[in-house]
């Protein structure tokens, strides 16, 4: 298995705080991906990065912003956490923009 | 607008018959797509992936058929098995200018395997 650790695995947290999820990797690959999955939806891309301070946004990235300082580590955070953000969000990373990229195991947020 | 589309989301096969999953795309700039297998409360897994290059790529019983023309791919399971039984998603991404590295995903496909 890629070398992926989502942290934490699970979280409930309260309407309008922040809130940070970190993607740690061991495979110093360039690509790190934050995705997170609803119901109807399938997989939806909020941020990417191409490398250290290199990042891009997706296609749901309003009310998330990232950082990417070390190679190893991608944090996305919600600035203030809303009921919408309540999802299942996955970390993936890939060594180039045409390789297979590989997923983490998920945290699982709750915002009440 | 839905860049990579899979308008089944759901598909149900007996065992040992073809599984067949479509998925269409609307971007010509795609040139490389790939196949993701997930199971509940795991992350999706790489299955099988195609360049823009290929028309099939073929990997033990999983095969990926590239129309470029119709920009439509298929995955085709022979003969399924029970442990398919999963979330399908198809994938694309492109490889030019700042959107290099773009992982577009599908809504996914429900497949379910009967014994």
């Known amino acids: 298995d890629a070398g992926i650790t989502q942290s934490p695995r699970h979280k409930v947290t309260e309407t309008g705080t922040p809130v940070t999820l970190r993607c740690h990797q061991t495979?110093?690959?360039?690509?790190m991906y934050w995705y997170r999955q609803d119901p109807g939806h399938g997989l939806r891309l909020i941020h990417y990065?191409?490398?250290?301070?290199?990042?891009d946004k997706g296609e749901v990235s309003d009310g998330y912003s990232v950082s990417r300082s070390k190679t190893e580590d991608f944090l996305l955070t919600l600035e203030s956490a809303t009921s919408s953000q309540t999802s299942v969000y996955f970390c993936?990373?890939?060594?180039?923009?045409?390789?297979?990229?590989?997923f983490g195991q998920g945290t699982r947020l709750t915002v009440v | 607008d839905q860049q990579v589309k899979q308008n089944s989301p759901s598909l149900s096969v007996q065992e040992g018959r073809i599984s067949i999953l479509n998925c269409d795309y609307t971007?010509?700039?795609?040139?490389?797509f790939l196949w993701y297998k997930k199971y509940p409360a795991e992350g999706p897994t790489f299955l099988i992936s195609?360049?823009?290059?290929?028309d099939k790529n073929e990997d033990g019983r999983f095969t990926v058929f590239l129309n470029k023309s119709a920009k439509h791919l298929s995955l085709h399971i022979v003969p399924s098995q029970p442990g398919d039984s999963a979330v399908y998603f198809c994938?694309?991404?492109?490889?030019?200018?700042?959107?290099?590295?773009?992982?577009?995903f599908g809504k996914g496909t429900k497949l379910s395997v009967k014994p």
């Open positions: 495979e110093n690959h360039r690509y």
């Open positions: 993936a990373i890939s060594e180039t923009a045409n390789t297979e990229a590989f």
């Open positions: 994938a694309a991404t492109l490889n030019y200018g700042g959107s290099q590295g773009n992982l577009i």
């Open positions: 195609i360049s823009s290059i290929k």
């Open positions: 990065s191409y490398g250290v301070k290199d990042t």
């Open positions: 971007n010509s700039m795609f040139d490389y």
